[in-house]
């Protein structure tokens, strides 16, 4: 069996582009191939499911070509299938094989349905019930309520009702809703019980209404769908990245420090598997997250929790191998539809995770997890179970340090054919980040450079960078609060540090950027959204080996959270407007004591008040007031730090 060996990770951070989802892509092919007109669908997923939807539907009748490299062009049948008779091979997609299921059987055509031994093990009896309440004659091939199923013509009852359980896939109701328009009369579906995976049934609501259909729904028991409704096409349509390979990406940036952003889905997404970030999140990963991305950074050490997974069954399983990195006991609860997945996920993730030195709780729809107590069991191999999400939730464990195997990688194939190479692309070296914020006038610029000085490490002065906007915004007559542009000036900064001085273009600025007027100009402009993101790239690029010493205002709270040294550097008001002033003095600057002291103050409220990045010591920071310390002792107060961090031999400059 083909395998692949992964050696430890010390570092995970980087960008990743998702590939389309496979929720989205195979529902949106199979509308738009029920539709009137010609769809253009941008970013469609290239996997082993979608090649099996396009296939099925080519046999069909239903003409389609690629239009690029994620983007196909179909053209609709309007409801009716040219080709009445056919044998579809359908795999393990089970995203392809129930809605085709639902769709063939309101057809009037004759079909037969395969595929894959485990496909033929994955119940479907609730969706053919179902539709041999509306009339349909579907036999099963096999064994009863299993695939592969013989679909014949039927005549069509129009008694306007159905019943279905939800307990089970949530993909049966999906396929019955998306069925439904074909009859042409206003028919209403009861769900029996629990309606399981809530969110997956809301993208298809979502889609559907893209194709001019609206399904009418009371609570999650009742859904309606109208006679008469008919698939238009809507022209072009996106599909969104695949929210569920997010999970991986989003867990790798909170284990191995990160950060790690996804592109392609975010706070507008349709997908329940967004709200992975959140789960996350209350595991104590920092994650923050725009229209269309998301991004986590992480402690390492993440916390255990005890949640009920039903609404993110397929990121579920990251949150179970992502509690290997939780000291204590994770609880995943109400899990059940993991039985009938491509593999028995409950049963293959116990197993697995066993061989990894947890101890693993198996119940009928949970799990509890409690994580080795000495590391991971090094050199496991992984058993994948052909089944794409076992193979990239437990990539995961490289990042423990130790070497895993995995076994039959290709089954990646499924949803996202190169996700090992992309997962590998974010390794990093594991460069040490010392993270000293601080308000105004704390000292803390000048500790930073002498501790960087000391340890040969890289420099950040991230207020530069503020103040460098707000010298350029007085340049060019752009407001400090016109946010819009701003982030413009943000990103087309053209600044060079070298040796203590600091370049605007061509010009040096290093004592333009420490005047009064342009310092209070930074803490205004640092106050915007906007800004701060456009500069955040430029702050993580200062992150080189050897090492870096970064100092500001949200070093470890945002732009370096898995700093390896936080420390949160401090004095008196008193204290700082006496040291502000003598700087001046030196510098030959007028100033008055007491109007210092009123602009600290001032400044230490907007910036500790502010929405975006507040000025506030992290719950990881160590404290450090230097009201009675000298710049020295700061200093070796922060080495001694570094050095306890770092374990036994690491110089101290």
Not at 131 to 149: F, H, M, N, S, V
Not at 324 to 340: C, H, K, Q
Request: net charge neutral; glycine share 10%; hydrophobic share 45%.
């Amino acid at each position: 069996m083909e395998y692949l060996d992964l050696e430890p990770i010390a570092r995970m951070a980087g960008s990743v582009v998702l590939p389309g989802s496979k929720s989205i892509s195979n529902r949106t092919l199979l509308l738009a191939a029920l539709a009137e007109g010609v769809t253009e669908i941008k970013g469609l997923l290239d996997s082993d499911d979608t090649r099996v939807m396009l296939k099925a539907l080519r046999h069909l009748g239903v003409a389609w070509e690629w239009g690029g490299s994620r983007d196909c062009r179909v053209t609709g049948v309007a409801g009716r299938f040219p080709v009445q008779e056919a044998e579809l091979f359908l795999g393990n997609a089970g995203t392809a094989f129930r809605p085709l299921t639902a769709v063939l059987a309101l057809s009037q055509g004759r079909y037969r349905l395969v595929g894959v031994p485990r496909m033929h093990e994955r119940p479907i009896g609730d969706l053919v019930e179902a539709l041999r309440q509306l009339g349909a004659r579907i036999d099963y091939l096999g064994q009863e309520g299993y695939p592969p199923l013989a679909i014949h013509e039927a005549r069509l009852k129009a008694h306007g009702r159905v019943r279905i359980r939800g307990n089970v896939s949530s993909q049966f109701l999906t396929a019955l809703l998306m069925a439904l328009p074909l009859i042409g009369k206003t028919t209403t579906v009861e769900v029996v019980g629990e309606l399981i995976s809530k969110p997956y049934v809301e993208i298809t609501l979502n889609l559907m209404r893209r194709f001019g259909v609206e399904v009418v729904r009371d609570g999650w028991q009742l859904f309606r769908v109208v006679g008469g409704s008919r698939y238009q096409s809507p022209g072009v349509i996106h599909v969104e990245g695949d929210a569920s390979s997010a999970s991986y990406f989003l867990a790798a940036g909170a284990i191995g420090g990160g950060p790690v952003r996804v592109l392609g889905v975010g706070r507008d997404s349709i997908q329940g598997d967004i709200r992975f970030a959140d789960t996350l999140a209350q595991m104590g990963a920092l994650i923050r997250m725009g229209p269309d991305w998301v991004e986590a950074c992480g402690p390492r050490r993440l916390k255990p929790l005890d949640a009920d997974l039903n609404h993110i069954p397929d990121a579920a399983m990251t949150v179970a191998v992502a509690a290997l990195f939780a000291p204590g006991t994770t609880t995943i609860r109400n899990i059940g539809s993991w039985r009938v997945k491509e593999t028995d996920r409950i049963a293959a993730m116990a197993a697995e995770l066993r061989k990894l030195g947890a101890t693993v709780e198996e119940g009928p729809d949970f799990l509890r997890i409690t994580s080795p107590a000495h590391g991971l069991t090094a050199g496991a191999v992984i058993e994948t179970y052909d089944d794409h999400r076992m193979a990239m939730c437990f990539s995961l464990v490289a990042l423990g340090g130790v070497p895993v195997r995995i076994l039959d990688p290709g089954c990646v194939a499924k949803t996202f054919p190169n996700y090992f190479e992309v997962f590998l692309g974010l390794r990093q070296p594991d460069v040490p980040v010392i993270a000293i914020d601080g308000p105004s006038a704390s000292g803390k610029g000048t500790v930073a450079q002498r501790v960087a000085e000391r340890l040969g490490f890289h420099y950040l002065d991230s207020g530069a960078l503020y103040r460098l906007v707000a010298l350029a915004a007085l340049r060019a007559g752009v407001a400090w609060d016109d946010e819009a542009g701003l982030e413009r000036l943000a990103q087309e900064l053209k600044v060079r540090f070298d040796a203590g001085r600091v370049w605007l273009g061509d010009e040096e600025v290093t004592d333009a950027i420490r005047s009064e007027e342009v310092s209070r100009g930074a803490s205004s402009v640092a106050q915007w959204p906007a800004v701060r993101e456009a500069l955040l790239d430029r702050q993580r690029a200062f992150r080189q080996p050897p090492g870096l010493v970064a100092d500001g205002r949200d070093m470890g709270s945002v732009v370096f959270p898995d700093a390896r040294v936080k420390i949160f550097l401090t004095a008196s008001p008193e204290v700082r407007a006496q040291r502000r002033y003598k700087q001046l003095m030196e510098k030959g600057m007028s100033a008055n004591i007491q109007t210092l002291l009123q602009d600290i103050r001032a400044r230490d409220a907007r910036d500790s008040q502010r929405s975006a990045a507040p000025l506030q010591k992290c719950a990881d920071a160590s404290l450090l007031d230097t009201s009675d310390l000298t710049i020295d002792q700061a200093v070796e107060a922060v080495l001694k730090q570094y050095r306890a961090s770092s374990g036994p031999g690491v110089a101290g400059g």
